[in-house]
């Protein structure tokens, strides 16, 4: 005799011993017994329960509730429960998407200032400041800095939220997971907010803000209809406008929240001693035009991408024009922390002038315009210099048959400095006869400082050509000129020209 | 299971030892006893014997019953019931037989005076008559496994496919539905597996001639399997014979037993007229429990987290959008229930009309059907259409002839099944997110009556599918035999019959491009898809014989059978895709971009010849010897097969057989026993073959190949002149026994089927530039046991109730193979190896989730990744078992997870009659059989933006978490979701099959109308089991490799039917 174990999934399996054995069966059947059994049968298979049941069976106590309902069950967690309650983010947290929230403790809110909780638009944003979509491990290394819905970023660690050590790790809940932290993380201004919102620094600040430009954003703009003329959009006016900054756009945007940067602000003193010292090299026509240019020039060197505290501050920073950018420590008035990095007012910046003010290169293959056209003499090669073992692209041109034919370079933006000129000009291809050519600035029939130079057979060093003064800040002509002769025998006509350099004199 | 299997060998053995003793014992005396023989016969013939026949229900007497020593005698009974006959001798053996009553045979045994009891016609007796290929038997005669099941007609059931049916109605033979499509029908697997890559399915005889049931060709439906046993309506069916031994006059086609199918003749001259009317509804089954749009957006936010996507990608999405002000607001925030988009209750209804009768001369008898039922999925349909003509012709005195004449046609609109992630309405409908529209959206809010087209995360939209993609198979089929019987003298007929088959399948498919994702081929992205097929059967069948039977001394009977089988059968599949019509208006492969239309084919053609011979002598009705010897030649095979002999440069298998089988409850020693009825011992030991290698493997083939431009023919594989039919040998040993006044019938077998030459693909080094080879190098046997027990419990004249049930085991064991086998299917492997089952599935196990990355580093596994580096696992990856222990999870850490073949399986089956009220029931199960839940492994493997099942809210979120549900990690580069036993899931069922009740409309017999009966039934109504798909019974492909793996057919469904049936 043998027990087959009738198929029912209800966790109170019956057991239903059937006989099989023939032998067994014989003896026992007797009239209705069957029909007993089976009517058992019948009553007993339909109280079982289908499989599925067990299956989905949310087993685990925690995955039965949502964000909102786990944050509340929390020990320790209701002054922030409450602020969920009353800012709405009760019903974000319980809805249908997974978010990760760091709860701060009932002790860390305690010191909650009012001017969070009474302001109801602050406060949303700084509950929204511990929450972040989707679910974020604890474990998870690869994520440094995430987006809250604040719309601000967020350093993690393993073990940090930002400022907050995370208390109680991995709590979850059917919609995501969240962490008891045991600080609050406040809504802080960005570096570019902070200078947008500072009193302190009103010079660095009213240069900055005065780079600010309107802008047509076509995807903000509301399209009222089109153009039966041209096809185009047209918008409706007044729309679309949005201000942008020549600042954020160029140099760095500091108004980013997604990476950290550090960020230098002159105090009003330094500020105007530093433009002061710019200033002689960007002459123009107008104060106004000078300041903003010497502004310019002075600014581009303090945005940097990196978090520095402090305390934590090299010595010497790389602005992205790769201007070394030395810091003395002592000169630091205040530092500010901002939710992407830090800004530090200075009262002193030592710039050096060679970094900040390089020497200005025209390459020879990058001609502007010539005397005339000259296509089928005109070499641009790629050669090797087996001197100083480096390739070199430059200019060449033969038999042109032109008298004192030249290749103009349109320079831009010189300041108004002194410069020693130097070229490098190569002739690698004939000892006799060597050629003469000359430079010429802004006229090509002007000698000014600047007489014929015999260009030697294969000379690769830098030719001393004389000084120049640029008086204003402003855009100029070079000329390379050659030898004012139209016969082209043998050669004795050519220009080359490696590169031009112009070293500031200061 | 396994003790019982291993004490029953030995018991069977003893009495085999113990029977084929006394048979031999009793041949001695019979031969010894010859001079004497004549002797005795004289003083019989003044020897008689009288007695009363009453009815079993109600102890009345009968009257009218005839009574007969066949060939001697014979006799009535009078109004009391009582008769006296005379007898050739004290042990011969009455026949008794009466209109309305079981035919039953009633051994003397010495005594004088009988008392007997009849049951009625319909009781599921032990003498009822069997269908042998050699003849009619009864089935107390019988030395062979067969069961004789006789339809009645199959009212109540009228449903189903001829295959269908059988479930639950012969021990041994394992009919496992395919699915729930109409016309699928079942796999009909007898007494388990007996070849890996060959045909597992029994020989089909219809009417004498072989039925060919193999679906040739492939569909361009997917996965849609073409039913041959679909063209016989069962209610055309008088008798299905399952013959589990004894097959071995059918050579190398017997291998898997047979099925022997007798169509309806008139037995009456008088004209009858049936006629049956029904409808019913099919039941959609329960939705799997995927999740709903909150649950599913909760999902999607973890898993886009997982693919690289920032932050702001993700929130950019419109499903993330929450504001209703967005464009998108209302394309992607529903709540759509896609299940109930493409299942649904659907009607069904059929017609069927019968006419017999007949002279003297010809009796004929007519039917036709009609049948018209949807499918559960949404716009599919079957249209059927049946006729058939059966006659019997008296041409002379000496000649008869006979004529089965078939055609029946049908219609079925079909949709994909199976893992056709892109067009199966049920799959899409599964994994398409919720929060998706059915039709298209404005930004107000606005519902188009156009259909949504593709979504945004690439998946067709199942509505799309169900109203526009095409998928029509049209097929008929004719089945036509005409036989001839010739009497040349009164022991001796020669006979010819000749059997027909015409098939055709005419398949159309197409794909839209609207609401449909793309398929990419080699050189083109395919947005429309086109298809259609053609396939024929052509098979002509003769068989030819000589039969001599002559009773001696009406104490031996001697039938000897001898001839020779023809079959010549040829298809042919035509197959024409085309891709990219200009509109969805435009659906024929003609329609499509010509540069991307492809035409491919299929032929076969084969000849099987059978030189048959068979003795069955029976002595004293008592001792019974059978011996067969066949002799078959087949195009198939190589001219340098092993085994077999050689005529003519051809191979030709010798399959002889020999069977015995004693009655003992005729014998003398039993004569005072009232318990015992019947009590026979039977066993057969046979050789037969299985010709499915493939009709031109055996030779060398070209192949065309294209090399940068240029056409040519390389070698298409390796020879194998030496490739022959596999071998098999069966073993039988069994008892029928019926006590109790025959109230309790049952039979027990044990089998042992050992196959040799075995077909196996062999793996071939690389440096012979083939990867395969087909030879006999294989070998597997299966035992089991099969039993059966009917009983009458209650017997009044006006209630009765019959129970049965079937109970059948086996285990397969592969014991030769030249290497492991792996296979795949639907995202499953399975093993064959020797020493284990053919095809157990191989994967992975597991052992729950890590909770932390604590865990994850104690254990310290890894993976090797898609670019090569080791990587570790992590919290919330499945722990696999590291079974080689060195810490990393690969191929050689796969294990047998899982036995698709089941402990057991069988049916109960009850029958309660109360006047004019009946009630049939039917349970069928299965027990301990392993599925491969390809659905759930999909719906759980959380790797992509598919929707989940609600299990999946169970999924590690953080560190910590004990849960057997991995993380959701999009693209799973840690194979969390590979095949492993997470997937193995135990597919016993137990299944109210059919219920149905009938009631007979009491009618006075004077009434034009003879009958009328009314009759509600249904299917499937009631299924427990363990099993998370829709449905544990499917038979996913023909083939041994895709047992048990749910790749998603459509489930089988519950149906109510009602119907009326009236007789003139």
Known sequence: MEEMEVLCHDSKQLKLKFLKNKNMMMLTIKKYRLIVLMIAFSVFFTACKKGWTDHNAVTDPNLNINLYQAIKQYSGTSVFTSLLEKTGYDKILASSKSYTVWVPSDSALANLPASITGDTAKLKKFVANHIANGPVQKSDTTQKRIPVLSGKYINISTTQFDSATIISPNQYASNGIFYKVDKYVPVIDNCWDWLNNSTTVTNSKTFLLSLNYNYFDSTKGVQIGVDPNTGLPVYQAGTGITVRNKFLDNVMDISDEKSEY???????????????????????????????????????????????????????????????????????????????????????????????????????????????????????????????????????????????????????????????????????????????????????????????????????????????TIPRFKNINLYVVGANTSSSSGGGTSISLDYIKLVPAF | MLVPIKIIPCVMLAAAVFTADSLYAQVQKATGGKNTSKDNSITANALTVSGTIKDAATGKPLPTINISVVNFSAALTDEKGNFTIKIPNKSATLKVEGEGFQTKEIPLKGQKTIVASLYEESYNSIYDNVKLPNGDKLGSQTVYAATSIYTDGNWGRNNETADGFLQGKASGLNATMRSGTPNAGAYLALRGINSLYANNQPLIVVDGAIFDINDYGTSVIANHYTNALATIDPKDIENITVLKDGSATYGTKGANGVIIITTNHAKQLATKIDFAAYA????????????????????????????????????????????????????????????????????????????????????????????????????????????????????????????????????????????????????????????????????????????????????????????NMIDNSKSYRFYGTVSFKYKLTNSINIGTLLGLTFDKTREQRFVPRKGVANDTLANAIADSRMAGSVKRLNALYNETYFEFAKKYNYTSDLNIRAGLRFLNSSNEQDIALGYNSATDDFISVGTGVTSLRKVMGDIGKYTWLNYYASVDYAFKN???????????????????????????????????????????????????????????????????????????????????????????????????????????????????????????????????????????????????????????????????????????????????????????????????????????????????????????????????????????????????????????????????????????????????????????????????????????????????????????????????????????????????QVTNMPKATWGDPMGNSSFSDRWIEDGSFLRLKTISANYNLPLKSTYLVKYISFYVTGNNLLTFTKYLGYDPEFYSAETMFARGVDVGLEPNYKSVIGGIRIGL
């Open chain 1, 262 to 468: 550090t960020f230098i602000v002159l105090n009003d003193g330094s500020y105007t001693t530093e433009l002061t010292k710019l200033t002689p090299w960007f002459k123009t026509s107008t104060t106004d035009s000078t300041n903003t240019l010497a502004g310019s020039w002075l600014v581009k060197d303090l945005a940097f991408k990196g978090s520095y505290s402090a305390a934590k501050l090299p010595d010497t920073l790389i602005s992205q024009y790769g201007v070394k950018v030395p810091v003395d420590k002592t000169k630091i008035t205040a530092s500010y922390k901002t939710s992407n990095g830090w800004v530090h007012v200075m009262s002193q910046v030592n710039f050096n002038l060679t970094y900040k003010f390089p020497p200005l290169i025209i390459q020879g293959e990058t001609p502007t315009s010539f005397a005339a056209d000259r296509t089928a003499q005109t070499f641009y090669r790629a050669r090797w210099d087996s001197v100083n073992n480096r390739g070199f692209n430059d200019i060449l041109m033969q038999n042109y048959s032109y008298a004192s034919y030249w290749i103009n370079y349109l320079v831009k933006n010189v300041n108004s400095m002194r410069y020693n000129a130097y070229w490098v000009a190569i002739n690698d291809i004939q000892t006799t006869p060597l050629w003469t050519q000359r430079l010429a600035v802004d006229s090509t029939t002007t000698t000014g400082n600047f007489a014929y130079v015999t260009v030697a057979y294969k000379n690769y060093t830098e030719v001393s050509l004389g000084q120049i």
């Open chain 2, 622 to 960: 008592r001792y019974f010897l059978s011996a067969n010897v066949a002799v078959d030649g087949s195009s198939r095979f190589g001219p340098d097969a092993v085994q077999g002999i050689k005529i003519g440069g051809n191979s030709f298998a010798v399959m002889p057989s020999v069977a015995a089988g004693w009655l003992i409850s005729s014998e003398k020693f039993l004569a005072d026993n009232k318990f015992i009825d019947v009590l026979k011992l039977r066993a057969s030991l046979s050789k037969t073959g299985n010709d499915d290698i493939g009709n031109y493997t055996y030779k060398q083939s070209y192949v065309a190949q294209n090399l940068l431009g240029v056409q040519g023919l390389v070698r298409g594989n390796i020879a194998n002149p030496a490739l022959q039919w596999e071998d098999n040998t069966k073993f039988n040993i069994g008892a029928d026994v019926a006590i109790l006044n025959e109230r309790l019938n049952f039979s027990i077998d044990y089998y042992n089927n050992k196959t040799n030459k075995m077909l196996v693909f062999e793996t071939l080094p690389s440096a012979s530039g083939f990867s395969t080879v087909v030879n006999n190098s294989g070998a597997m046997k299966t035992t089991g046991i099969d039993f059966n027990v009917n009983a009458r419990i209650i017997n009044k004249k006006s209630l009765k109730l019959d129970a049965g049930v079937i109970l059948m085991l086996y285990r397969n064991k592969v014991t030769s193979l030249p290497a492991d086998i792996v296979t795949n299917y639907g995202g499953a492997s399975m093993l064959s190896t020797v020493g284990s089952s053919g095809a157990v599935f191989y994967g992975y196990q597991t052992r729950g989730v890590f909770a932390t990355d604590a865990d994850a580093s104690t254990a310290a596994l890894t993976k090797k990744s898609a670019n090569g580096t080791m990587v570790g696992y992590g919290a919330g990856d499945v722990r696999f078992v590291d079974v080689n222990g060195d810490h990393i999870i690969d191929d050689k850490d796969k294990v047998q997870i899982g036995n698709p073949n089941p402990d057991f399986t069988g049916a109960f089956t009850s029958k309660l009659t109360y006047k004019s009220f009946s009630l049939d029931v039917l349970f069928t199960f299965s027990k301990g059989n392993k599925i491969y839940n390809g659905i759930r492994a999909n719906l759980e493997a959380q790797s992509d933006a598919d929707n989940q099942l609600l299990s999946v809210n169970n999924r590690w979120r953080t560190q910590g």
């Open chain 2, 280 to 467: 019913g509804i099919n039941y959609a089954p329960a939705d799997l429990p995927v999740m709903k749009a909150a649950d599913y957006r909760v999902y999607l936010s973890d898993v886009l987290k997982t693919r690289g996507w920032t932050d702001a990608q993700i929130q950019a999405q419109p499903y993330m959008n929450d504001n209703t002000s967005n464009a998108d607001y209302y394309r992607y925030h529903n709540e759509t229930n896609w299940q109930d988009q493409v299942l649904a209750n659907t009607p069904t209804n059929n017609y069927y009309l019968k006419v017999t009768g007949g002279d003297n001369i010809a009796k004929y008898a007519l039917s036709m059907g009609y049948m018209q039922g949807n499918g559960i999925t949404k716009s599919t349909s079957l249209k059927k259409y049946s006729v058939r003509f059966n006659s019997d012709l008296n041409i002379s005195k000496r000649l008869t002839a006979a004529t089965n004449l078939s055609f029946t046609y049908y219609e079925h609109n079909l949709k994909d099944q199976g893992l056709t992630p892109k067009t199966n309405p049920v799959y899409l409908a599964l994994v398409k997110a919720p929060f998706l529209p059915i039709n298209q959206i404005d930004d107000k809010g606005v519902v188009s009556p156009n259909i949504a087209d593709t979504d945004t995360f690439g998946v067709s939209n199942p509505s799309a599918v169900i109203a």
